[in-house]
């Protein structure tokens, strides 16, 4: 699914109605009608109190519209206009017309604080104030009615987006922004709703397809893409009948130190699970019994240090290597690793302590092999790319580092965003069970993996990243969040891969 800007969803409205010939009225009366079609299905009529906030602009039209299906349809429902300037859209004032026509009242006019209605917690607040047009920051009273809607423990159902929050620009005031319980988002998804500075205030979402032109959709470059089920079936390469242990590569992983060969050990095996032929594991010698006891299908090189990499040898032409995961920042890695990028031109990916030590020694950038797959945590992240000011800026600061060095960068997060130049690709697996000590070194061993199974970089990242969630996610299912180890996920790399294609995606779920 694509991502698009405001800019993008206002001109592919213009392109609507001029080619399904239908007025931008009707359209807004489609979208409400969604939007009422979702609360029916769930609400049944019950006698619950509805308390609709609408704005003055098309987020407000909205608001009315479901106001009026909702009133017809018998639901105990109260309408309010937070008055907030006169320059009320057009089709604002149509269905303001239109409710009252229905219903033989105007709503309630909200001017300031005493209009401020009582709200008990078991009522429904549809917050229709701004939509995507927001072009500044709420305050005064509409900034407190804000504040005073998120203190009420009433469910709060955004419509298309959480009043306060831009589609895709950032945020400047925390406390001016409705904290929905869900929302209803026309079309597709705004990037605000995947970042962890905005993304807090939609914790979950529908899309709703209001049939906005499909050869626009298709045809429009969007900010983002988001990956789930149905691309990562695309990107599956099936498994070659008369394919052979060579065919599926062999993958080296470098990884490990006194104390945390464990991680040399998780990435192995993901790496095995992920479907590559052979893995051998490159490890300090104290690390050697470990690996051969703890997955005996790999084969095991030693360094000659006992408790640290100081010198990366082998004797093998390994499909791809990963490398960084547990290795820490002794002075004789840091040279060890500048060896092995100088001239490599095998396939990288590039975690953890190999991450600091670049970002310690930026000389090495100069010597990364192109086309890595970097995957830092936000701390790494920061150590490559520097400090930045919001999400947005992080995002920019990453698609100019990624053009720089030729590299793919994997920002590791609740919503994992794979950047390759000045693209984006989402992920909508994963869930919070998947932030324990270890999870990162298997996603290095599957996105390793699946390199030496010939995947390139681009499609080894964002393919790996879902499968690796998914597997997160069916392990979560079956543990729980907070039992869920960095082994469970490898163990379920398996399920994930059947559960590929065995059965359709619910539509329209909630992508976390
Ligand atoms: N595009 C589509 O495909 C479809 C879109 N649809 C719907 O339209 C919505 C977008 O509607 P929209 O463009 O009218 O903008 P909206 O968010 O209602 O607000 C604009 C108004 O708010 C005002 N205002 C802004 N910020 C403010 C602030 N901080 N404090 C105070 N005022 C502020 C601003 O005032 P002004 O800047 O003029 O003073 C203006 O009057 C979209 O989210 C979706 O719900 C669907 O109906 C159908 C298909
Ligand atoms: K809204």
Not at 485 to 499: F, H, K, T
Request: proline share 4%; aromatic share 10%; with cysteine.
């Amino acid at each position: 699914m694509k991502i698009f800007s405001a800019e993008q969803l206002y001109e592919a409205d213009k392109t609507t109605l001029e080619k399904q010939e239908i007025t931008s009225e009707a359209l807004m009366e489609r979208a409400g009608t969604k939007i009422f079609n979702w609360l029916q299905k769930r609400m049944q009529g019950a006698p619950v109190k509805f308390h609709i906030f609408c704005g003055i602009g098309n987020n407000g039209g909205d608001g009315l519209v479901v106001g009026r299906l909702l009133i017809e349809h018998g639901y105990n429902v109260h309408v309010y206009v937070v008055n907030c300037s006169d320059k009320r859209s057009k089709n604002f004032l149509i269905n303001y017309d239109k409710i009252k026509n229905a219903t033989k009242k105007w709503p309630s006019l909200m001017k300031g604080e005493d209009d401020f209605p009582q709200i008990n917690p078991d009522d429904i607040i549809v917050d229709a104030i701004f939509g995507i047009g927001l072009n500044r920051c709420p305050s005064g009273w509409v900034k407190n009615l804000i504040q005073y809607l998120n203190r009420s423990q009433a469910f709060i159902l955004a419509i298309d987006i959480p009043s306060g929050l831009s589609a895709n620009a950032p945020l400047e005031d925390m406390e001016a922004v409705i904290k929905a319980n869900h929302t209803l988002t026309f079309q597709t998804p705004k990037l605000s709703f995947f970042l962890p500075e905005t993304g807090v205030f939609v914790s979950n979402f529908d899309v709703l397809d209001i049939g906005l032109d499909l050869e626009y959709l298709q045809k429009t470059e969007p900010l983002a893409q988001i990956i789930s089920k149905a691309e990562a079936q695309r990107f599956y390469r099936t498994r070659e009948k008369f394919g052979h242990k060579g065919t599926y590569g062999h993958t080296l992983i470098i990884a490990g130190s006194y104390g945390k060969i464990g991680a040399a050990v998780l990435a192995s095996t993901a790496a095995f699970r992920i479907g590559a032929g052979m893995v051998t594991a490159f490890v300090p010698k104290c690390g050697y019994s470990i690996l051969q006891s703890t997955v005996p299908e790999a084969m095991v090189l030693t360094d000659k240090e006992e408790e640290f990499l100081s010198e990366i040898t082998y004797d093998f032409e390994p499909s791809a290597i990963g490398i960084g995961m547990g290795i820490g920042k002794n002075e004789a890695t840091v040279s060890a690793l500048e060896k092995l990028f100088k001239n490599n031109k095998t396939p990288f990916v590039i975690d953890a302590d190999a991450l600091n030590i670049i970002s310690e020694n930026r000389e090495l950038l100069k010597s990364l092999p192109k086309n890595s797959v970097l995957t830092p945590h936000p701390g790494e992240l920061k150590g490559l790319v520097g400090k930045w000011k919001n999400d947005y800026d992080k995002l920019e600061k990453v698609k100019k580092f990624s053009k720089k060095h030729g590299v793919v960068v994997i920002i590791k997060g609740a919503y994992t965003i794979t950047v390759f130049n000045d693209k984006l690709y989402i992920n909508s697996s994963g869930n919070p069970g998947m932030a324990t000590a270890g999870s990162g070194d298997s996603l290095s061993g599957v996105v390793a993996g699946l390199l030496s199974q010939g995947y390139d970089a681009l499609l080894a990242a964002v393919f790996g990243v879902y499968i690796h969630g998914r597997a997160g996610d069916i392990a979560a299912e079956l543990m729980g969040y907070e039992a869920t180890m960095a082994s469970d996920i490898i163990g379920n790399l398996s399920e994930a891969y059947l559960d590929l294609f065995s059965k359709e995606e619910p539509q329209s779920e909630p992508m976390a």
